[in-house]
């Protein structure tokens, strides 16, 4: 990829050998070689000088004229950033697409060493770079999550999950599988940063997540391979179930909180889901729930040297996921862990008031709402917020996200509420109608002062 070193000998022998004094012996150096000397300096005024005296001599400088590597002029100057030289050897007839040695054109020269203005000309005279694969060059180098794309059987196969998701037949059991789009492999640095996700994925084991089983990355299309869940996601159970028991809702909490608490805990990274919302929550054969799509397209890595994140462009929701979106993300702000606890809150509250939150606004409308401070209404009877449970929602959707508490504290709540559900099922109801008023005022869920109740 290295284009400039080895021109650093070429100059010190340029300037060794260049020609001090008018000798017929001397030995003078090919104008071709000039120019990639002077391309490699960004001196646009030597190339123009260079050009003119071979025309005034009756012969002429070759702009595309290639090394011994396949390198032009257009190479070299790419990679040193030099856009002025950039532009004055394409308007004198320098090709845009010509590849070197390495298998490089010059714009990958320019996106390699990161030359932003370069990339942005090149762009603007119609430059195109390849798209990258995950391709290895022999067999040893497979991955060992890979599946090959043969193996998979989609006789019959069926659409799945909001529809990016199919059913397929791999080594005799039924898979869910993701084809990725072309945006994933946009540029190099996607595509370093999907393959360090999937080797993360490979690794991860547990009962509220959703298996990885493996990806078809050595062919087109690529995909990610998943266990498949026959008994649907979260939205559909709620959709086609009648009124839940707090005790169900609080068990289906737990297992989301559990699955999330696991990912936000990953180390040496937390991985931040950002697009938790009933469609990616899916229930086993025995209703236990699992976090699911949280692949290349959705998740992201906190770096080492910090703990938030921003992303370089305003992140796209489909219309279910945006009335689920925490407001720092949707404002393009930096957020953390505490944005997927945003997102819990709400399915929570969907899971006893059994509609979407803020059913009455279009999916665009709502996430301005929750920059604003509103928070969905609480409807439902006061007993289905049984034991603090609306307490816990309100501390979870908290404006202030370094307020809201960890999956790690939530599970431990729930795990309270859940001992007190119990218990209420067993005393004597006089008894439990003292111990229900003690609670929900000490939760605070009669007080209309609160702005989440807005």
Known sequence: MDSVSGFKSARSSFQKDSPTRKD??????????????????????????????AEESGGAIDVNYADVHGRTAL??????????????????????????????????????YRKLDVIELFEKYGAKAPMPTMQVKNIYQVPEYEICRSELDFTNSSIITKGTFRIATWRGIQVAVKTLGDEVFANEEKVMA???????????????????????????PMMIITEYLPMGDLGNFLKTNGPIKPSMVVRFALDIARGMNYL??????????????PSNILLDDSRHLKVAD???????????????????????FEDASCRYVAPEVFKNAEYDTKADVFSF???????????????????????????EGQRPPFRASRSLYTCGLRRLIEDCWHEVPS????????????????????????????????????????DGSDSSSRNSSR
């Open 24 to 53: 017929d012996d001397e030995v003078r150096i090919p104008g071709n070689v000039r120019l990639m000397y002077l391309a490699n300096e960004g001196d646009v005024d030597g190339i123009r000088e260079l050009i003119k005296e």
């Open 75 to 112: 190479h070299v100057a790419a990679c040193q950033g030099y856009v002025v030289t950039v532009k004055f050897l394409v308007e004198n007839g320098a090709l845009l697409g010509p590849i070197d040695r390495m298998g490089n054109t010059p714009l990958d020269n320019a996106i390699h």
């Open 194 to 220: 999907f393959r360090d996700e999937l080797t993360l994925f490979q690794k991860m084991r547990h009962p509220n997540v959703v298996q990885f089983l493996g990806a078809v990355t050595q062919s087109s």
């Open 264 to 277: 936000h805990k990953h180390k040496p990274e937390a991985i931040i889901h950002r697009d938790l919302e």
């Open 294 to 316: 949280f692949d290349g397209s959705r998740s992201l890595l906190m770096t080492k040297s910090s703990k938030t994140m921003r992303e370089d462009t305003p992140p796209m």
């Open 345 to 371: 809150a709400l399915i929570l509250q969907v899971m006893i008031e059994r509609c979407s939150p803020f059913s009455e606004k279009h999916s665009y409308e709502v996430p301005r709402c929750y920059a």
């Open 403 to 442: 307020k809201r508490p960890t999956f790690e504290l939530i599970i431990e709540r729930l795990l309270l509420i859940q001992r007190r559900i119990v218990s209420s099922e067993v005393l004597p109801s006089n008894c439990f109608q003292c111990l229900l008023d003690f609670w929900l005022s000490d």
